[in-house]
C-alpha cells in the first residue's frame, strides 16, 4: 500500500458480479482522488444551500405580493389565502431541509477523523516552520554578504586616501 489515501471518504460502489445499471457519472465519482470526490461533495451541498434559500426568498418576496391591500372579491380573496398557504408550506419545507442539511454538516464535523486533521495541520506547520528558517538564512547571508561588500568598499576608500 505504497498511496496512502488523504481521506477516509466512503465511496459507493456495488460488487463486481452485481448489475446495478451503473452509469457513467457515479463510475467517474468513483474514479476521481479523495480531494475531486470532496470537492465534488461540497458543490453538492452548496447547490443545495443555494436552492433552498432561493426557496425561501422568493416565498417571501411572494407573500409580500400577496398581501397587497385593495378592492377585492371573495374569490381573489380565496385565491390569494390559498396561494399564501402552498407558498408558506414551501418556505417550511424549505426550512427544514435547511435544519437538515445543517445537522448533517455537524455530524460530519463531529464524526471526522480529528486525528488526520490534526496530523495534516501539524505537517503543514512544520513545513511552513522550515520554509520559515530557510528563509530567514537566505536573509542573514544576503544581509552578510551587503555587509561585507559595504566593508569591504570603506576599507578600500579609506586606503585611497
Known sequence: MSDVPQTDVSRPSALPTANLQRTATSQSLVDQNSEEYLDAIEEDWNKRVDMEVETLVDGMVDLVTLASIGDKDKFRIAQESFQASSRAESMI???????SITHSMKLLLLLSDEAQIAHRR???????????????EEVANLLTDLLHESHSQSIASRQRS
Request: net charge negative; aromatic share 0%; charged share 40%.
Open 93 to 99: 419545507r424549505a426550512a427544514n431541509s435547511l435544519l
Open 122 to 136: 501539524d505537517v503543514e506547520l512544520q513545513n511552513v516552520q522550515k520554509d520559515r528558517d530557510e528563509i530567514k
